[in-house]
C-alpha cells in the first residue's frame, strides 16, 4: 500500500534474455522508483509477463503520455504488449445485478470505505429491489426490465449506459441474465463475472442445487471474465468452503454468499490494479 | 478418544417420531454409557440417521451377538437398515497401488503409529517398486502385473486376495488401473478411491492437466467410493490447496500429493470407524 | 434450515446415563418433530450438554410456557442448566460500533437480508460516521461521545438503551472502547466482542501491528463472549487468512477486515440460534 | 520446476534506485536465463531483498566461483549482503528426534521421493525408537541419549556430528529438548524447529493442553528458526487446522500431527531452495 500515485506498467511479450534489464534500465534511467515488481516466464508458451508499479513522483517524465512516448522503443524492441495505467485514473464500475444483491452490497460498501481503487458509476438491474441502497450512495441507478422477448434491446440499452459512463469494467454481480456472445467479444477482458460454483464443475444457473445433489463436501465460486461460452472465461480467483450432509440447498446458498462476496471482491480488486494478464484462456495475477 | 472397546449402532431407517427416544431408551435400558452420538434427518427422503458409539463394558451384553439379538425387535418397528460393530476388531484393509506411492507411504505410518483403528493386512500393486518398503512392516506385498490382455484375471486374482485376507476394505491408493464394473458392484461400500481433483470437475487420468489446462485457481482431491461408473462414486471427503499462474504441472503434481494423503486418510479414518453411511449416491459422514 | 417455528431446549447437566432417553422421550411423548439435534458429553468434567431443535406445531403444546411447565419435572431429576426459546422471538441486538463500519455494515447487511433470526434494534456508537446509514435502515442510532471523563457516565447510558431497547445480546462490532468489568459480569454471555486477532496472540488494541512486529504468517480474528479480563472470554469462533512479507500493516487491516466480519457473523448466528453453551471459559457450539 | 542445475542468487541491500537494473544487466549480459525473480522492498526499514534463480548452462561463467568472483563489484557497489548457490549441492540435512515421529517419517519420505533438494545425511535421536526405520532408509542413525546431567555434553556430542556430517541444516523434527542458547548462536539460520501451536501463542512444551484449555476453534504449527530464546525465532511458515468442543487432547495431537508435517516440510523446502531471508527477527520467503 502506497499514498502517492503510481503509474503500472503491464507488459507480455515472447520470452528473450534482456527483457528485465532493459525495462529496469529504462525505469532506473528516468529516476523510478519501484513500490511493487512481479514476473513471470511460462516456460510452455515461451512468454514473458511483467508487472512493474512505479511512484509516479518519482519518475522524470512530466505525465503519463511521455513515459508512454519514451517506453515506445523498448516495447518494439520486445515485440511487447503492454500499457501504463495511472492510480489516480480509478477504472470506472458499472455493476449489473438481478435480485440477490449480497455481492452489490459488499462492493458498495468497499466502494465508500475505499478498501481500493474502483470507482462505481453506475447500478444496473433487471429489478427494482436494489434501487433505494444505491441511490443512497448516490449512485445512478438504471431499471432495465428484461424478459425474453426484449433481450436483445435490453443488453443494447446496458452497452449504451456503459458507454455513456465510460465504464472500464463491467460486473456481473449475481446478474442472472446470460450476456450475448458479440458483447462478450466486444467488452473481452472487460466483464467480470462471479459464478456460485467451483468451476469448471457447475457450469449454469443452479450449481447449489448440483452441488447438493452430487453430495460435494466443499461448495465453492468462481470470479472469472465473461466469454462468449458461457462459464468458460479465464478464471481470475477462486475458493471453497466446507459443507456436509446436514446443509440443506438454502444452507449452501446462505455459505455460498460469503464465499462469491469474497472471491468477487479480490477478483475486482486484482482487476482494477491491473494486476491480471489474460493470456490464451488463462489469467497471470500478480497479487 | 476412548480407551476401551466401543460397540458402534449404524441405522438408516424411514424418519417418524420416537426413533431416538426408542433406541436411546433401549441403550439406557441395558446400561449403556454412550461415547458419541450423531443424527441426521434427510426431509427431502424423509430418511433419519443414526450413529452412536457405546462403551461395551458398561453394557449388560456379554457380547455384540447378545446386543445384536436384543436390539432386533426395535430395528423390525422402524424398519431400519442398521448394523451393530465392535471397536475391537479392526477393519482388515488391503491396500492397492501403482508407482506413485505416496498414498501408501502415508496409510502405513498412520498404521504404525495407531494414528486410528485399522489393520493393513495386504498389500498388491502391479509394480514391484514398493516391495521392499511395505515387506519392512512385515505386511504381506503381492505383485500383479498388468497388462491390456491380463487385466480380467489380474483383477480375478485381487479379488480372491481380498476374500482369502478376509478384507473388510479395499483401498486404491493411486492405484492407476480402473476396476472392473461387476467388481465394483461386488464390493459396493467397501472399494475407496483416491482422486487425484476435487470432482466432478476433472474425471479421469490427467486431472492435473486438466486443471493446468482450465487455470483454476485451486486444486484438489476427493475420497470416494468406488462404483461402476468411474469417478462418480459416493464421495467421502475432499479438500483443496491453493495454486497460481507459477505452478507448473510438476508443481501441481507435488502439491497435490499432500492433498491427496490427507484426504484418503481422512475419508478411510470415517470409514473404519463407521462413520459413514451410504444413501443413494450420497454420504452421510458423522464426525 | 426450516419455515415453521421452533423450539429449541438447551441443556447442560451431570453426565448419567439415560439423558438422551430421557429428553427423547419427553418429546415423543409429545408429539415433537425434531429438526436438529446435538450433544456433547466433557468426560473431563463429566458434564452433558445437549440441544434440541423442535418443530413447534408438532408438539402437542399449546405454547412454550406449558413446554417449559412440563419439562420441569425431567429436568429437576437430571439436575438440569436449561432453557426453551422459540425461534419466533428474535434476539433483540444491540450493536456498537467506533469509527470502523466494515463489522456494522456486514450486520446490517445480514439483516435485511434475513440470513439468520436477529433483529438490530439500536445501533450506538461514540462517533457520528455511521448515523446516516444506520438510520436508512430505520434503526435508531444513538451518538454517545466517550472521553476518559465521561466514560463511566457513557456506560451508564449504553447500559440504560440496552434495557429500555429490552436488549438480548450487545454486540461489539468493533467498538474500540474497553467495557467496565461490572457491566460484562451484568450482562454475562450476552456481551459478543469481535477482537481482530487469533486469540490467545495480540491482545490489545493493536493486534496487527503486533502480528506485523512479530512477522507472523497467517492473521486472523476472533469472536468471544466479553467478560471482566479483556480478551479472555470464552470464544465463540476464529478464523485466519495467509499473509506474508509483502503486506504492510495497512495490507492486514484490509484483508482482516473480511475475517473479521466473517467471523463476527458466524459467531453471533451460533448466539442467537442458541446453539452456544458456555461452560467455565470455553464454550460448546452445536453447529 | 526445472530439471536442469540452477543457481540461486540472493540478495539484501540498502534500498535505492537501480539495483534491479544492475542486478538483471548484469545477468543478461552474461547470458542468463533466469527460471524465477522474486523482489521485495521493506519501505520502514528501506531495505530491498532479492532472490534470482538461474539456468546454470545459459550462464557464461564456468562454474559458480566465477560468477562470485565477477558479481563482487555489483555486490559491492550497492553494499548488499549475498550469496551463490547452486541446486546440484543439495542442502545437507541433520535430522534430529525424539519419540514422537510422524515428521522424521514425513521428511524421509519426501526425501526418497525426491519431492525437493536436500539430502538427509543423519538422524540423531535421544531413543532408540526410530533406529531401524532410518536405517531401512540407508541413512546413519546416532543414538544420543539425555538426560538433565548429561545436556551439555550430548549437545556437545550433536554439534560434533554436525560438523563431521557437514551439515548445512540440522532440523528438530519434534525433537523435545530444548537446544542451548549458544549452540542456537552458533548455527545461527541453520536449525530449523518445528512447534507444535500457532506462534506466539502456546509457547512451551504442552500446547496442544493449553490450546484445549484456552478453548481455541483452531490448533496450529509454526516453522521457525531456533534462537536462544524458547520459541521466538523468525517464522518461516505457518498452518492451522478447525477443532471444536468435541475435540479431547489426544484428538488435538492428532489432528495436529497433519498440520506439523505439512508446515516443516514447506518451511524445510524454501529453506533448502534458499527462498528465506531471515532480517532482524522476520523472514522474508519467496514462494
Redesign the interface.
Known sequence: ?NNGTTYTLVISCPDQ??I??AV??F???H???????D?????ELNRFFMRQEILAE?LSFTNQDEFRQKFKETAKKFKMEWKITSSAQKKRTVVLVSQE??CL??LL?RWR?E??DFDIVAVISNHETTKS?VE?HNIPFHYIPMSKENKGEAFGQIEALFKKYQGDVMVLARFMQIVPADLCERLYGRIINIHHS?????VGGKPYHQAYE?????I?ATCHYATAVLDEG???????IRV???H?I??MI?LG??VEK?VL?RGLRYHVEDRVIIHQ?????F?
Chains 1, 2, 3, 4 share one sequence.
Open positions: 500500500m534474455r534482456g528485465v534489464a529496469s534500465s525505469i532506473a534511467a529516476q523510478g522508483s519501484i513500490v511493487e515488481a514476473y513471470h516466464t511460462d516456460r518519482s444483491d449480497h452490497a459488499d460498501y470505505a478498501e481500493f441502497f443512497w467451483f468451476l469448471p464443475s457447475f452430487r453430495g460435494v463436501k466443499l465453492g479465464p478464471i481470475i480467483e477462486q475458493d471453497v456436509d450432509h446436514s440443506s438454502p444452507d446462505r454468499k460469503d469474497m471482491a484462456n488463462k489469467t497471470i495475477v497479487k
